[in-house]
């Protein structure tokens, strides 16, 4: 029974990791996110990190897997901003990284 409630309070924290794969096909898509030029445009301000372990919940440190299977979110790159849901802006430092419209964290849930 304790190891059970452990696990139960551990999946909440592994949920909210942004591990993402990109497709190839708008179908095939969790998220249609469009990439920015200036950054008061953004709704997230993306870091991506090196590696899995340095994403650190929803903040916008984004990992990006090989494989689609091993991914929490599949995004695909729309060519304008109206056709997206997310709009992205990918800075140079991690300490950087965050939402400026909180409206749209669920998205990344």
């Excluded at 409630?5 to 179908?27: A, D, G, R």
């Excluded at 998220?31 to 990190?49: A, G, R, S, T």
């Excluded at 899995?52 to 903040?59: T, Y």
């Amino acid at each position: 029974m304790k190891y059970i409630l452990i696990i139960l309070f551990l999946i909440p924290l592994t949920s909210y990791s942004q591990k993402v794969f990109s497709v190839k096909y708008l179908n095939q898509s969790d998220i249609k996110v469009y990439v920015v030029d200036y950054e008061n445009q953004c709704d997230l301000k993306v870091f991506k990190v090196d590696y899995s372990n340095q994403v650190d919940g929803n903040k916008g440190l984004w990992y990006f897997v090989d494989y689609q299977n091993q991914s929490d979110k599949k995004i695909f790159f729309v060519e304008y901003a109206n056709q997206s849901d997310l709009k992205i802006f990918f800075v140079k430092y991690k300490n950087q990284s965050g939402w400026r419209d909180k409206s749209k964290q669920h998205l990344m849930y």
